[in-house]
């Protein structure tokens, strides 16, 4: 069961998780794109942690929808209005909620990817942060159906996503700046699925373990 | 990295500040929501024409802003789109009653921006249309990439849309123009340097002393070939004979054209640049009827040019001539 405690502390160490990949994934964008998505991401859950940790929350849903629109208001770029699409929709499928069972955490980042995937029209080997994704709601989705314990279910997905962040190396970019670079995209890694990775890896890293 | 600002994080918010001071008569900003709009608006009955993107294109956008050009420019952080809140609140403090025409470049980011923004105001009655600018042939248009980049081409149709709007011509008839003036222009851009974004502090990236980067963005972002440089003459050719054959643009055809400067390379290789540009259009039978040689839509301090050809009509050089005065473009006036 994950509780808005849970929630809450995911969200502030995405911000911790973001500044200490700042470089990282800057450098990645720099290689196909224009070297602003580490950048971007701090700044963005940065402006998250000020605002969820000065309010009070009462339910799961109106929390990501404050982070959603904090995000589309202050990343910019695509990753904004797409991280924000993520946090929006994911909230409407727990509105109201208080906990999260296993399944409704699923169904959360399920349907935040079917957002994403509507706002940004990728389709999968675009290169993109739904090649890591997607596979990774997959991943997660088997697990919950084999009984899997939430780290399961999270390392499964981590796993997957981290998979498929290293399959877009070889990909020819067909969405966003990096297409316009044709064959030279390949070779790189995409910057965006590596930070939708380190989005699932941070829920590991504080989920797992803790028994809930 | 060496350059004149204070803190990176505050290099936009400061030269907002700037630019409003040094042209308080045309322009007012709105430093919350990084907007610059003109000064004398929302002007009632006329169609506002509203334009925005990542900093560092200067003076795109907010140099275009004041009377017969834009209403108002959304300024992001640098290489960065602006977000939709931006648009939503620039949409609404210069809509009026006429509608309002967003002047969008195609990149991913500031589409998806946009079209938030627009969803927005549409959601609350205010008749927005949106025109996207994708003119960078150095780009292939296909399902397989992002389609091609907004370049040059948007700062002749901020000019040529703002004039029609001017004139009181009604959302439809100047987001048709504009539709029109994407349909009908072409560019394409070349690199000397890279250029270093302020917040990642170096550049974005590496070109050897000779060698040039052919296809550019306006990001930094790297082109489609790099190569050895050449001369001039030969640049010119090939960027040229790429922007020409596009179109396709032939003989007898008038054109408006733009020999921009990336921020970083003097103006007297600008009119060299020009210079081998005219006699090209010469040999081919294609009158520049109109021109502009200067640093219109930049890339920081890259060193390198674009070539921007319109074909124009008659209409079109009416529109061109007619008045404007904004920070970075000003006659008949």
């Known amino acids: ?212 | 990295m060496k350059k004149l600002i204070n803190d990176t994080a505050d290099v936009v918010s400061e030269a907002l500040v700037g630019i409003g001071a040094a042209h308080a008569d045309l322009l007012r900003v709105d430093l919350d929501k990084k907007t610059i709009m003109r000064a004398d608006g929302p002007i009632q009955g006329k169609v506002a024409l509203i334009s925005g993107g990542g900093s560092g294109h200067e003076p795109m956008h907010g140099g275009y802003v004041g009377m017969g050009m834009l209403d108002a420019a959304c300024a992001g952080e640098v290489f960065t789109s602006p977000t939709p809140d931006q648009m939503e609140a620039a949409t609404k403090a210069v809509d009026g009653g006429a509608g309002v025409l967003h002047i969008v470049k195609n990149y991913t980011g500031d589409v998806m921006n946009f079209e938030m923004g627009a969803e927005l105001c549409q959601a609350e009655g205010i008749a927005v249309e949106a025109v996207v600018i994708n003119d960078d042939v150095a780009v292939q248009d296909s399902l397989y990439t992002a389609g091609r980049r907004g370049v040059g081409t948007t700062v002749l149709a901020e000019k040529l849309c703002g004039a029609a709007a001017e004139r009181g011509d009604d959302l439809q008839a100047v987001a048709n123009l504009c539709r029109k003036v994407n349909d009908q222009g072409r560019s394409m851009g070349m690199a000397l340097t890279s250029c270093t974004v302020p917040a990642a502090g170096k550049p974005t990236f590496e070109l050897g002393p000779n060698e040039m980067e052919i296809g550019i963005g306006i990001h930094g972002e790297p082109g489609r070939e790099r190569m050895e440089l050449k001369s001039a003459r030969e640049i010119v050719a090939m960027m040229s004979e790429a922007i020409l054959s596009d179109l396709p643009f032939e003989s007898g055809d008038q054109v408006i054209a733009l020999v921009n400067g990336m921020g970083g390379t003097p103006l007297i290789e600008l009119y060299l640049i020009y210079n081998e540009l005219n006699q090209i259009c010469q040999a081919r039978g294609i009158t520049i009827a109109r021109q502009l040689v200067g640093n219109y839509i930049t890339s920081l301090e890259m060193a390198g040019f674009s070539i921007t050809l319109l074909r124009a009509d008659e209409e079109m050089l009416v529109l061109w001539d007619a008045p404007v005065h904004t920070p970075a473009l000003r006659w008949g006036v």
């Open chain 1, 1 to 212: 069961m994950i509780s808005i405690e849970n929630l809450l502390t995911w969200l502030i160490a995405l911000q911790t998780t973001y500044l200490e990949n700042k470089q990282y994934l800057t450098d990645l964008d720099a290689a196909i794109g224009d070297a602003d998505h580490g950048i971007n991401m701090e700044r963005g859950f940065t402006a998250v942690k000020q605002k969820i940790e000065a309010t009070d929350h009462n339910d799961v849903g109106s929390l990501l929808k404050i982070t959603a629109m904090t995000l589309i208001s202050t990343v910019g770029g695509a990753s904004g209005p797409l991280y924000g699409t993520f946090f929006l929709r994911a909230s409407t499928a727990c509105a109201r909620k208080t906990t999260l069972t296993n399944a409704e955490l699923v169904n959360m980042f399920d349907v935040g990817l079917q957002g994403v995937v509507q706002r940004g029209k990728a389709r999968l080997a675009d290169k993109t942060m739904i090649d890591a994704l997607t596979p990774a709601l997959e991943a997660m989705t088997q697990a919950l159906e084999n009984g899997a314990s939430l780290t399961n279910i999270l390392q499964a997905g981590t796993d997957a996503a981290e998979h498929g962040m290293q399959q877009t190396i070889p990909m020819l970019a067909k969405k966003g700046r990096a297409s316009y670079l044709g064959e030279r995209s390949i070779g790189h890694q995409d910057p965006g699925a590596t930070s939708s990775y380190l989005m699932l890896k941070t829920a590991l890293d504080v989920w797992g373990n803790e028994e809930t």
